[in-house]
């Protein structure tokens, strides 16, 4: 069975610019969410849906982040304008559903923003 | 934040046994999920413990209290790959689904 799929695995783009990064989860899983990590920390959630729904967005900076999942199955995280600020891998998780369920994170993408 | 508090670094030999701790503060426990994540990598779920009590998963065991907001990773026979960053996260029945996540404990694992 595949797990999370993201991409792509890197990118290198300059401030101001508009970057995207698309997460597939698990085959049948409800739950998505998108992570952020910094260096020496660990992931904090900025999204996460139930299908197609956005049920919990309260950590993400809705002036510059944008995110969607539009069939309930693959999503897209947008950030624009990027800053500087921005750089640090973004994590992408699926489960089946939300509550006790494990979560199963794919690779990541990291960004780097000059 | 939920004060999920854990070591920033241990180290250990091949072959020994290494206890990481971690304590939280929360409201509405909803259990704790124990991820090890590699160098660059996704972390990957080791354990999840809701109630009270030692989870034992090979060479692997997780420990809860939830009285004393706390729980630990037992890792015995330890092996040079075992060498990784350990994430303690919790989850809160409040904000279903949502994990709160510890810095990690960078292991690294001597021959």
């Known amino acids: 069975e595949a797990g999370v799929v993201q991409s792509p695995r890197y990118k290198i783009i300059e401030k101001k610019q508009p970057v995207a990064f698309w997460c597939n989860p698990i085959?049948?899983?409800?739950?998505l969410y998108w992570y952020l990590q910094n260096l020496g920390q660990g992931p904090e959630l900025l999204i996460r849906?139930?299908?197609?729904?956005?049920?919990?967005d309260s950590q993400l900076p809705k002036d510059r982040f944008s995110a969607e999942r539009l069939k309930g199955v693959d999503s897209t995280l947008k950030i624009q304008p990027a800053e500087l600020g921005d750089s640090a891998v973004y994590l992408c998780?699926?489960?089946?559903?939300?509550?006790?369920?494990?979560?199963?994170f794919g690779p990541g993408t990291r960004l780097l923003v000059l | 934040g939920q004060n999920i508090d854990q070591p920033t670094e241990m180290t250990a030999t091949e072959g020994a046994i290494v206890q990481i701790n971690c304590t939280y503060q929360?409201?509405?426990?909803?259990?704790l999920f124990w991820y090890q994540q590699h160098a660059g990598e996704a972390p990957t779920f080791l354990s999840y413990?809701?109630?009270?009590g030692l989870e034992e998963k090979g060479r692997f065991s997780s420990f809860l209290s939830r009285s004393k907001g706390y729980s630990y990773l037992l890792l015995k026979e330890l092996q040079m790959k075992d060498s990784a960053s350990y994430l303690c996260?919790?989850?809160?029945?409040?904000?279903?689904?949502?994990?709160?996540f510890g810095r990690g404990t960078q292991l690294t694992v001597w021959p």
């Open positions: 998780a699926s489960s089946l559903r939300a509550g006790q369920e494990t979560q199963y």
């Open positions: 085959s049948g899983h409800n739950t």
């Open positions: 996260a919790v989850a809160r029945g409040s904000t279903l689904g949502r994990l709160y």
């Open positions: 849906y139930e299908n197609e729904e956005a049920v919990d």
């Open positions: 929360t409201s509405g426990f909803n259990g």
């Open positions: 413990n809701v109630l009270d």
